[in-house]
């Protein structure tokens, strides 16, 4: 009952924070269309598999040339990107509240997909500059132990968001920064796995309600 009352308050402000974000998109491409341009959308469609392979011989061969209207639209992909690991954000405080919450892997949540984003635009559509990413990647050894193991999912959250809002797929890193937190708010509440013996997960595992052994 506890986790029931106490849930009703972040999903309603999570559902506004959400309303709000996207009505005040909506808003602003209304008032004036020229800045639908600038905007992080349309990612997918521009892809062209049958093109692929000679699209990105062409990309690796011409040198990368910076044009105005990325920058801003890299400037929009990162503030697309803080407003859909905000609510993310609210949702690890609010799961590990009877914890410890980490500060540094709230922010690393939260900065982690703004470099990814950035990485994502400038090796975009650029074969020479993707492998040139993984070699150095490669070279450097990173360590990072993550004191919950459920925390590796915010780690692939904040990915997802930031490789989205990069390519031009903000729609894409919405859907899944939506689905992300409403269902783990879901699987939170209702504390699902916790209790193997109620009668449904008795008839699933085949086990009896008074068998103790796991």
């Given at each position: 009952?506890?986790?029931?009352?106490?849930?009703?308050?972040?999903?309603?402000?999570?559902?506004?924070?959400?309303?709000s974000a996207f009505g005040l998109a909506t808003f602003l491409v209304d008032l004036d269309p020229a800045?639908?341009?600038?905007?992080?959308?349309?990612?997918?469609a521009s892809m062209h598999p049958a093109d692929a392979n000679a699209d990105a011989l062409q990309a690796a061969a011409a040198p990368a040339v910076p044009h105005p209207v990325s920058a801003l639209k890299?400037?929009?992909?990162?503030?697309?990107?803080?407003?859909?690991?905000?609510?993310?954000?609210?949702?690890?405080?609010?799961?590990?509240?009877?914890?410890?919450?980490?500060?540094?892997?709230?922010?690393?949540?939260?900065?982690?997909?703004?470099?990814?984003?950035?990485?994502?635009?400038?090796?975009?559509?650029?074969?020479?500059?993707?492998?040139?990413l993984a070699g150095?990647?490669?070279?450097?050894?990173f360590r990072f132990t993550l004191d919950?193991?459920?925390?590796?999912?915010?780690?692939?959250?904040?990915?997802?968001?930031?490789?989205?809002?990069?390519?031009?797929?903000?729609?894409?890193?919405?859907?899944?920064?939506i689905a992300f937190v409403y269902l783990t708010l879901a699987l939170w509440k209702l504390d699902y796995g916790v209790d193997l013996n109620t009668r449904f997960f008795s008839f699933l595992t085949g086990r009896g309600r008074d068998d103790k052994d796991l």
């Open positions: 009952m506890r986790r029931a009352s106490t849930l009703w308050g972040p999903l309603l402000l999570i559902t506004l924070f959400y309303l800045l639908a341009q600038y905007l992080p959308v349309g990612g997918i890299l400037a929009a992909a990162i503030v697309c990107v803080i407003l859909l690991m905000v609510p993310v954000s609210w949702v690890y405080f609010v799961t590990t509240r009877d914890k410890d919450v980490d500060r540094s892997f709230a922010h690393t949540i939260m900065v982690l997909p703004v470099i990814v984003a950035g990485i994502a635009m400038i090796v975009h559509d650029n074969l020479a500059l993707a492998f040139s150095v990647v490669a070279a450097v050894r919950d193991p459920a925390q590796a999912l915010y780690i692939f959250i904040a990915i997802a968001v930031g490789l989205g809002a990069g390519i031009s797929a903000v729609g894409v890193a919405a859907v899944v920064s």
